[in-house]
């Protein structure tokens, strides 16, 4: 019987020819650009230029006030667009006038149109405009930013790209603890009213006035993609005319482009919206770091993954040089994406700066270093990160061996799990109860075997509560080695941890942390598989102020 059907599969196959794998959609790329007459259209030129030496497919459009339709069809007509299109807008805001123009002339394409977020909700290009404060900036107790932006044909729409670009303006200020808050003002495009665009002039130039009445410096930062016929004939030369007799105002006139950003840019996002094979995806892994010994450890563990993956190491706390080495090593690598892998005992530690650093996320509090703006890693990477060890099961089950490896009279012996602890009692108890859990998984897994197993906490970085636990713990190891024997594990990522420090003169037996372990690699293959999973998902936005503005 089995040989029927095998040949009768034969049959078909002969018949109806092999099946054909179906893969993802790769829809072809269009970066939408403003016109920006003959110098700032070249400059766009030449970014597009650099881009299309990584991607294939891509055509540029330029939207203008009279030809946009064309100007549209005639770049479609370039790439192939059987699978579709994304259109790359390099706008720094959707309310630009000639976004919107372009949009209503998009013409229908049959596998349909993707518009991604323009370029100015990225963190990429808030980075621009940091640079271009940066360079300015001198005396930043004495001094108020102005940014100048681009794009309205009436109030309501100034009103609407202010709005997008205020945020990032008001960084601006905080990072570089200027004095005044980061005001937006906004330049009208050549097709508005004249005597509109005249009034908005106006109305700029009386808000350098009073930010220079208060302030001994102005930082007038153009940021934006304006008209640019020639250096002489452009949108800056014009907002600088009126400026010209305030004495505080500060500029240089550099806006976004030219900018390495911009094409990373256009590179992150197309990997975004194209199919991403798990091969172009890299692996940052972010322990936390020690002596080298411990470093040596974890590396071990790393070891069987680099196999599979391409891995590179920043063993730190998310500090962003470290973490930036490893991303250039990725892109040298030729990685399209990468997973930052958390290794971790919370999934919640350096979660919040993780996403700033990488980009995906705009607003930061405060890190435990005290940072208030830790650097970002620019890179045309797209980026995910997870992790934390959290209660998981592999956890429970390398901790549990951990314990039989050292254990020679199971129902004598009590094992005691023992974590780092934090200074926060609400954390401090949600990782309490995560060794609880992994109490219960351990029984369920053998553990039962065991006189017991107990769990606390060192919260060994803070002097005060460690006054209390360490007695606590020391009673616990006086208990089980009275009647039995004191088995204590380190619930750590690795190595051992300061009980050999702590539990002085008390007889136990110490077992290790977690890494290198097989379950260990199992926790990190899940945590990777994971990340790439959501890397091929559908198009991430990355997560900010802006770009939830205008979205």
């Not at 730190?316 to 470290?322: A, G, K, L, R, Y």
């Not at 750590?492 to 890494?515: I, M, P, V």
């Amino acid at each position: 019987m089995s040989r029927f059907l095998l040949s009768s599969l034969a049959v078909l196959i002969v018949l109806c020819g092999p099946v054909q794998a179906q893969s993802d959609p790769d829809p072809g790329v269009l970066v939408l650009a403003p016109d920006r007459g003959f110098l700032g259209n070249e400059k766009t030129r030449d970014v597009v230029k650099d881009f299309r030496e990584h991607t294939s497919n891509v055509g540029l459009a330029f939207a203008t006030y009279e030809e946009t339709k064309s100007n549209l069809d005639e770049a479609l007509s370039q790439i192939d667009t059987e699978d579709g299109v994304v259109v790359l807008p390099l706008f720094l805001s959707a309310h630009h006038a000639l976004y919107q123009t372009a949009q209503q002339a998009m013409p229908a394409i049959d596998a349909g149109v993707t518009w991604a977020d323009p370029l100015g909700t990225s963190y990429l290009s808030e980075e621009i405009l940091f640079d271009r404060v940066a360079a300015l900036s001198e005396q930043p107790k004495e001094e108020a930013l102005v940014v100048v932006a681009y794009g309205a044909t009436d109030s309501t729409g100034a009103d609407s790209i202010r709005a997008d670009l205020q945020a990032s303006a008001q960084r601006a200020a905080e990072k570089y603890g200027l004095a005044g808050n980061g005001q937006v003002v906004v330049q009208y495009t050549r097709s508005a009213p004249q005597k509109a665009s005249r009034a908005a002039m106006g109305k700029a130039t009386k808000t350098v006035k009073a930010a220079a009445a208060e302030h001994e410096r102005v930082l007038v930062v153009p940021y934006n993609l304006g008209m640019e016929y020639t250096s002489m004939m452009s949108s800056w030369s014009w907002m600088k005319r009126p400026l010209g007799s305030i004495d505080a105002v500060v500029a240089n006139g550099e806006g976004v482009v030219p900018h390495p950003n911009v094409e990373r840019w256009l590179r992150r996002t197309t990997t975004a919206h194209r199919p991403l094979s798990p091969d172009e995806v890299g692996v940052i892994a972010v322990p936390h770091g020690s002596e080298y010994n411990w470093n040596e450890t974890m590396r071990e563990g790393i070891a069987p993954l680099t196999d599979d993956y391409t891995i590179a190491e920043a063993f730190s706390m998310v500090d962003p040089p470290v973490i930036e080495r490893a991303v250039r090593q990725l892109e040298a690598d030729g990685m399209k994406a990468a997973v930052m892998v958390r290794i971790f005992s919370m999934e919640s530690s350096f979660r919040e700066k993780s996403h700033y650093v990488l980009g995906l996320q705009n607003d930061f509090g405060m890190s435990i270093m005290g940072e208030r703006f830790p650097e970002r890693i620019r890179t045309h990477l797209q980026m995910t990160t997870l992790g934390g060890l959290e209660a998981s099961t592999q956890f429970a089950k390398g901790l549990l061996d951990r314990a039989q490896t050292i254990s020679t009279t199971p129902s004598e012996e009590t094992i005691i799990l023992l974590a780092h602890g934090t200074g926060s009692d609400d954390e401090n108890a949600h990782w309490m109860e995560n060794l609880r859990t992994i109490a219960d998984t351990m029984r369920a897994h053998g553990g039962d075997a065991f006189r017991d197993i107990k769990v606390h906490t060192w919260r060994e970085d803070w002097p005060e509560k460690r006054k209390e636990t360490i007695p606590e713990i020391q009673q616990m190891v006086k208990e089980a080695s009275e009647t039995g024997t004191a088995l204590v594990i380190p619930a750590r990522t690795t190595s051992q941890g300061r009980a050999s420090q702590y539990l002085e003169g008390l007889d136990y037996r110490y077992g290790k942390g977690f890494a290198p372990h097989p379950q260990f690699e199992a926790w990190m293959r899940e945590q990777i598989e994971t990340g790439i999973d959501r890397l091929q998902a559908a198009p991430q936005s990355e997560t900010s102020d802006v770009a939830s503005a205008q979205r």
